[in-house]
């Protein structure tokens, strides 16, 4: 297992994991590490033009959801959390290095090594400059948006969605939230999360068109967004906050879908499929890729089947009808529309019904959401 950053390390992301996330992290053994430094809560806030919807994704669509693409709900869990990279990928690595794998970080993948078509290892230079090869009956591209291993191989987006957010977030100290926060208002959004290290995640996002008229005053734009989305979190932020660092941004997160498998290759999370980051889904889907890619290899390499068989389940949920709606329901989403009067009478309706305010909110992290197509 490589890669080219040295950790503890960030990637330019927000880190919101829904429950479905932290329930990987509990079946792999590690969410106890992650909560040991990490607030976590049972409750995520949905806020739209004022209307508050309060609740969480119940329990039963949980399980059958893992049940649907695991065949079990072991480690099931309800808690929702924003885990700093820095923290998690370092959990993640030692826990791969304990399974056995032999880790190599500061390692920059540059080329696939090929054989008659197909790929029989990777190229590439450690930190000190020397150059390795190294040969694998598979190699697996888990390497992001901007996959080397897509690259090598010459392959094309497809699906590919233009419309899509910018985003700009930052640490602030001095207050304490007790769960997350996704507001819209108009054309705007605002995420709030406590995290690690004492603080609170605050992102704002908006239409990617509107993207160089918000940056022309980005402290300014960012505080009034706050203000304007949700006046009593701007208030907050100005009497009690301290912002920790500088404010990062993403400008382009066009959404796309790569090819999944071929000769000797997979590809898996944001490098086989990238999202918006209004629902903040990526960081769960890149840990269910792992795990179905995991189950999938092990029937292939222990002789059960072959691999492009033993890779159908992986391809029948990544692409399947359940994936494609919630593909098109979060890029929808990304176009920041305002909602017109009908949706906000509907989004008001849903808040004296418990039950319906938790399937919504299971629906927007991708649970209980079914294709039309
Ligand atoms: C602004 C923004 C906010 C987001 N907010 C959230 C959120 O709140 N919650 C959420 O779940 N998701 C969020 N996401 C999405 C999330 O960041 C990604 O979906 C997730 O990181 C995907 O994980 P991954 O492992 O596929 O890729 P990455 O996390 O990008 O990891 C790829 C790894 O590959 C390594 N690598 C790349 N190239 C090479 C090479 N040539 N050689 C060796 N190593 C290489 C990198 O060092 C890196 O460690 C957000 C994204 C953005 C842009």
């Given at each position: 297992?490589?890669?080219?950053?040295?950790?503890?390390?960030?990637?330019?992301?927000?880190?919101?994991?829904?429950?479905?996330?932290l329930s990987y992290l509990n079946r792999w053994g590690l969410l106890k590490q992650v909560l040991a430094t990490t607030p976590s809560h049972t409750v995520l806030n949905v806020v739209q033009d004022g209307i508050e919807l309060s609740g969480t994704v119940p329990l039963h669509l949980l399980r059958e959801h893992f049940r649907e693409l695991h065949g079990d709900d072991s480690g099931v869990v309800q808690r929702y959390a924003s885990v700093r990279r820095r923290v998690l990928d370092k959990i993640l690595l030692d826990a791969a290095?304990?399974?056995?794998?032999?880790?190599?970080?500061?390692?920059?993948?540059?080329?696939?090594?090929?054989?008659?078509?197909?790929?029989?290892?990777?190229?590439?230079?450690?930190?000190?400059?020397?150059?390795?090869?190294?040969?694998?009956?598979?190699?697996?591209?888990?390497?992001?948006?901007?996959?080397?291993?897509?690259?090598?191989?010459?392959?094309?987006?497809?699906?590919?969605r233009h419309k899509c957010t910018f985003a700009y977030w930052g640490y602030y100290?001095?207050?304490?939230?007790?769960?997350?926060?996704?507001?819209?208002?108009?054309?705007?959004?605002?995420?709030?999360?406590?995290?690690?290290?004492?603080?609170?995640m605050l992102?704002?996002?908006?239409?990617?068109?509107l993207a160089e008229e918000f940056r022309v005053d980005l402290a300014g734009n960012f505080e009034q967004a706050l203000d304007l989305v949700s006046p009593e979190l701007g208030k907050r932020v100005r009497?009690?906050?301290?912002?920790?660092?500088?404010?990062?941004?993403?400008?382009?997160?066009?959404?796309?879908?790569?090819?999944?498998?071929?000769?000797g290759w997979v590809l898996a999370g944001d490098?086989?499929?990238?999202?918006?980051?209004?629902?903040?889904?990526?960081?769960?889907?890149a840990f269910r890729d792992?795990?179905?890619?995991?189950?999938?290899?092990?029937?292939?390499?222990?002789?059960?089947?072959?691999?492009?068989?033993?890779?159908?389940?992986?391809?029948?949920?990544?692409?399947?009808?359940?994936?494609?709606?919630?593909?098109?329901?979060?890029?929808?989403?990304?176009?920041?529309?305002?909602?017109?009067?009908?949706e906000l009478q509907f989004l008001s309706g849903l808040r004296d019904d418990q039950q319906q305010t938790d399937h919504f909110i299971a629906m927007h992290g991708g649970i209980a959401i079914h294709s039309t197509r």
């Open positions: 297992m490589v890669d080219r950053a040295n950790f503890p390390s960030d990637v330019p992301s927000t880190h919101f994991v829904w429950p479905h996330g290095a304990d399974a056995g794998a032999q880790v190599r970080t500061g390692f920059v993948v540059e080329e696939l090594i090929q054989d008659k078509g197909r790929v029989v290892g990777i190229r590439g230079k450690t930190q000190d400059g020397r150059s390795v090869e190294e040969r694998a009956r598979v190699v697996v591209g888990a390497d992001g948006r901007n996959s080397s291993v897509a690259r090598a191989l010459g392959l094309r987006k497809h699906d590919v100290s001095g207050f304490t939230l007790p769960s997350a926060y996704m507001y819209q208002r108009g054309r705007l959004g605002v995420a709030a999360a406590p995290t690690n290290f004492g603080q609170n992102l704002v996002w908006g239409p990617r068109e009497a009690q906050g301290k912002r920790e660092g500088r404010l990062f941004a993403t400008l382009d997160q066009s959404a796309y879908l790569r090819p999944l498998f071929g000769q490098a086989q499929c990238f999202k918006d980051q209004c629902t903040a889904i990526g960081m769960t889907h792992a795990e179905l890619l995991a189950a999938g290899l092990d029937d292939w390499l222990s002789g059960d089947s072959a691999f492009d068989v033993a890779l159908k389940h992986y391809e029948s949920c990544l692409r399947g009808p359940a994936a494609t709606a919630y593909y098109d329901y979060v890029c929808a989403q990304a176009e920041m529309r305002a909602l017109d009067h009908d």
